[in-house]
Nanobody, 125 residues
């Protein structure tokens, strides 16, 4: 299984970025997808999660109303649209995927994610 993030970069405060996560080789019928971020010296933070193929999306309070998670199931690609970016959004952003037993288990607080991408850096100044 391979997850490859792209779309990171440097942006001014108030700007937008769209991160992509291309998933290949995923062998399970269920897929819970999430985005996380981590800044050096800080704990990893769950940001957004969605159950692939139809399920509610959930967001951390820190990004609710500014970030949107979505998927293009036909392309096996997940997205994180980020708007109204702030300097404290600066971090390495990771996508993750895991099989779950039902959409109700699809949340970073309820499951350990099995597969991870390598990360993409987002810098907001």
């Amino acid at each position: 299984v391979q997850l490859v993030e792209s779309g990171g970069g440097s942006v001014q405060a108030g700007g937008s970025l769209r991160l992509s996560c291309a998933v290949s080789g995923y062998p399970y019928s269920s897929k819970c997808m999430a985005w996380f971020r981590q800044d050096p010296g800080k704990e990893r933070e769950g940001l957004a999660v969605i159950y692939s193929g139809g399920g509610s999306a959930y967001y951390a309070d820190s990004v609710k109303g500014r970030f949107t998670i979505s998927e293009d199931d036909g392309r096996n690609t997940e997205y994180l649209q980020m708007g109204s970016l702030k300097p404290n959004d600066t971090a390495m952003y990771y996508c993750a995927a895991t099989p779950v037993f039902g959409s109700s288990s699809c949340h970073w607080a309820l499951t350990d994610f099995r597969y991870w991408g390598q990360g993409t850096q987002v810098t907001v100044s």
